[in-house]
Every structure is written in C-alpha cells, then in structure tokens.
DNA sequence: CAAATACTTGCGTGTTACGCGCAACCATGC
DNA sequence: GCATGGTTGCGCGTAACACGCAAGTATTTG
C-alpha cells in the first residue's frame, strides 16, 4: 500500500517492457471503466480501485467525470449503466402491481421442490417467481422469458434451459415455430403461465396468436398447470387472442381479487383458486 | 405535517368502505415511488420524505425494499429506473482485453449489411459485435450467447432468434441438443464464432464437445465464417476439445497479435487474416 | 369488546462513502 | 534544462447510509 514503494517500482521500470508496465494512465483506465460499466450492468468502487491499482480517490473522481459525461450514472458504493430515461414497454407494465406480482410469485416458487423440472412462462409475474427461486437447487428450469433468464442466469444450482424462436419485445419473451418445436422435445412436472387478460370460460387472453399457441402446449406438456395473474387480469379480456385451458389447473392470484372476479372460477369444476 | 389529523380520519373511516380509504401509508407509497421513478426517470430521497410527508428514514426503508425487489435501483442521495443489470456479483470476469475484443466486434459489425441474416456465437466478443449492431435496422440476428442477447433485447430494427439449450454458465451461451436442433432449422449469410483457443490446422478449441459441436454446425449453417479471436487466443490450446474448420473462413484479430502468430494462418490457402 | 400480534414509523447510534483542497509527481513542450 | 498542465495520493470535514430500539397503529383472535 506504501505509495513510495510503487513509484520506485515505476520509476525504475525498464523501458524494455514498454507495453506491460506503466500503460493505462488517466484516459485509458476512463474509457476501460465505461466499457466494464456497460458490460457488467454495474461495478464497485473498492473492485475497481484494487484491479486498475489505484486508490479509491481516483477511481470517485473518474467516476465522477463519466457521471457529468452522462455515461454511466453513480450509486452508492460505485457505478452502473447510465437509465435509459424512459421505457415504455416493460417499465410501465412492471410498475404496476409489483408488490402483487412478487407475492404471487413467492407462493408459486414454494409450491417448486428439489428435483423438478418446470416451465416458465413469459411475463413479469413469472419473473419474479424465477426470482424466488435464486439460491435453490437440484431443479431444471425451462423459459421463453427473457425476465427469467435474467434472474437465473448466475444460479447455480440451477439448470436452466430455453426455448428458441424469436423475441417478442412487448413481453420479452420468445415464440414462435422454433419455439413450439423446442417443446415438443421436453415435458415437465409443473407449468407456470401468466396472462394478459383471463376469462373463466375462454381461457387466458393476450396480444398474439403465437404467444397463445405457445402457452397452449407449455399446459399440454406439463403436469399441473398453474396460471398467474394479479387480480387486475381477472375477467379482462384485452386482446382477441385465447389459448382454452381444457385440463385441470389452479390459478394464483392476489387478496386485492373481489368475490365477484373470482366466482367464475370457482365455479368451475377443474380449477382450484388460490390467493397469495 | 400532523400524523394525529391523518389518524383520526383513519379511525373514523367507516368499516364499509374497507378498501379504499385506509390506505396510502406504506404499501400504497411504495407503489407510489415505484411509479414515480418510473415516470420521472430518478428521484432524491430528501425530495420524498418532504413529498410524502416521512421521515427519510422511512424512504430509505422502502428505497431498500423495492431495490430488492428489482423495481428500482438505487443511486447515491436517491434511486433511478433498474437498468437491465446483471448483479454487481458478476464482477469484472470480462475485464481482460476489453479494447481489442471490442476493436475487433466493431470491425466485424462492419461487415453486416442491410437484410443480411447472422448466426453470432456465445462470447464477450460476439456480445461487442451484438453492442454495435445496436441502432442497426432489417436485420435478422441468431444467437446462442446471452451476452448478445442482452445487448439486443432492446433493438427495435432488429429481429432476435434465440436458439434453445441449456446455459453453460461459464461461457454464458446455450449449448446442447436442443440448439442444435435449432440450428437445423436455420441457415445465415454470415457466422461470426468466438474462440477460448485457435490453431491453423486444428481449428477452435474449446473446454467442451458440445461447444465446439455447436460451433463446428454454425459454420456449417452460414455461408461466410469468420472467427473472431483477439490475439491472446492465437495459437492457444488451453483445453482439449476440438473444432476443425473445413471451408473457408476469416480470422479477425486485433494488432497486438505477432507475425510468428499470424504466420501460420496466412500460409493457409482458404483463410483470410485481418487485424482490425 | 378487549387482549394479543404484526406492522410501521421516528429517532439515535456508529459506519461508510463522498467531496474538496493540498502537495508531490509525471509527462509534455519550449 | 526549466516551465506548465494534468494526475495522483492523502487527510479532513460532511453527507448518506444501515442497524437497533421504542412508541404508536392496524389487524387478528378469543
């Protein structure tokens, strides 16, 4: 740590190894820093400090110049990507209802033990279950959503598989024929799918015939069929696209969900409600 | 500013109307912030405890559960939109040649032209390429790596495949069975692999069969193949597993390589040598 | 209706990170 | 060789943070 010892040390550096020693001074180690910011997401003062070999000081002031640069944008202990002002898309949906979506997503997560193998759904609901299920081991998890490859990426104890086809960016999450040809090669104990709209009798509602067809075979290739979605889901019907649910399946849903919302599907001889 | 006038309107809130009146005190702010954030792109805790009449204590309470949450994130006298981040965890894994390894992508996304349709491998530097490609229209991306599909999940002009698989965690891209079965399905105009090592007459070698499998199909499946390795990689045999290349194809590499390094590839009569 | 329980909030504590000024240092150019 | 501008490390005071505690409130239970 001695800063004598290290001048010393530069100083009596040979110019022989030109390329090895003292490079990356200032500029460099700046551009090196915003690159390693927009490629990991995120990065820590104290890390840094120790990999580039200065102190914490310079590493606050070079951040500090990124930061009026507008490139990335500070936290507390260090830095990350600098917010991309706005995002229809995603972030309006995820803003809603988070507190329901991550419980309901925490209940669906317990109903998971060791050894199973299960289907994820596109969606955010179902993102946050992929997020209760970080930590967890000995389960194979299969997704279309990009959300929930997010979240389980860096899990270790998770195998984790995808669907191919393409990106469907409004829900982030893959469909298409690469996708319904994937499933034909898997079948799974249990069956997670969310919705954007869900009627007792038509089924669950969305955007696309290829997001419909899709949720259609992920409930044919699973065991017990679970359907997520906040109360504000029930009775909705958005979209003119339905994917039937014909066999047995409970749907998961919020305390917020009113008696009225849920009579349909209690009234149905296959179905079992659940609020989480 | 009295919490006695809000409580005694809370007590004396009829029974019937259960719902609707007794809150806007914790779960409903939350919600509120998250909105907030949202909409206004980042906000300052001192700001909101004098906006939603608390303590900043209480804000930074529900600053710290919603940043668990993944709604939010959290900046140094505030919070801001949840970038698409990878955890901090992740660390600095790719913190090695970063400048050549994007030199190198940003050559190669030159060589993608309009309604071209591309095959891009798992890797740090396919992921440079993918970050370049960003803002580019009618174009059709196929990908195994996660990293290529972060930097694209966003793009607008451009149509993202997935192939399906398992995640190899180490190489962060899909591997498998299932992606080559994919991959079947699809051919490319052009195909840029990664490469952990590469030799001029054993060609890529990787820690695995079913990488260098997957590789060995890509280059099968596109018509142009370029190898994109920065000059560490050059003559590297770091693990035992092997993917000849048969056609022709191009070698990308950055200018640090060495003529002792380059020889070998030159004296090939399909191979074409470039340092970008 | 009263007691018990869970939740929330404000305040005080110590800890951590931050920003700024200073002096020494290095790399340029004249 | 000397001067100049840019960089770096260090120490200081300040601001933001995390944690624990106690008081108050809402919800549940008998």
New binding site residues.
């Given amino acids: 740590?001695?800063?004598?010892g290290?001048?010393?040390a530069?100083?009596t550096a040979e110019p022989t190894g030109a390329q090895d020693r003292?490079r990356l001074?200032?500029?460099d180690?700046r551009a090196l820093i915003a690159r390693m910011v927009q490629t990991d997401g995120a990065v820590v003062?104290?890390e840094l400090a120790r990999s580039l070999?200065?102190?914490?000081?310079?590493?606050?002031?070079?951040?500090?110049l990124l930061t009026e640069q507008g490139t990335i944008a500070?936290?507390?202990?260090?830095?990350m990507v600098a917010g991309h002002t706005a995002e229809p898309t995603l972030g309006q949906r995820s803003g809603l209802a988070v507190a329901e979506k991550d419980r309901i997503g925490r209940w669906a997560a317990a109903r998971i033990a060791q050894g199973d193998t299960v289907i994820l759904d596109a969606g955010t609901t179902t993102g946050r279950l992929a997020h209760h299920l970080r930590g967890r081991t000995e389960l194979t998890v299969i997704t279309s959503g990009l959300t929930a490859l997010r979240e389980l990426a860096e899990a270790d104890g998770i195998e984790l598989i995808t669907l191919a086809g393409t990106l469907r960016q409004v829900s982030q999450g893959f469909v298409g024929p690469l996708a319904e040809l994937t499933l034909t090669r898997l079948t799974a104990d249990k069956v997670f799918l969310g919705a954007d709209g869900l009627d007792a009798k038509l089924g669950i509602c969305e955007a696309s015939l290829q997001q419909t067809a899709l949720k259609e075979l992920m409930a044919q290739r699973g065991g017990q069929v679970y359907v997520l979605a906040d109360s504000s889901k029930l009775g909705q019907s958005p979209f003119t696209a339905w994917a039937p649910l014909t066999g047995p399946w409970t749907l998961v849903t919020d305390s917020g969900a009113t008696d009225d919302q849920l009579a349909p599907f209690r009234a149905l001889p296959d179905v079992d409600v659940v609020t989480a």
């Fill in positions: 740590m001695s800063p004598a290290i001048r010393t530069r100083t003292r001074r200032a500029r180690r003062v104290e070999d200065v102190t914490p000081s310079t590493i606050r002031r070079d951040l500090a500070r936290t507390y202990g260090g830095a």
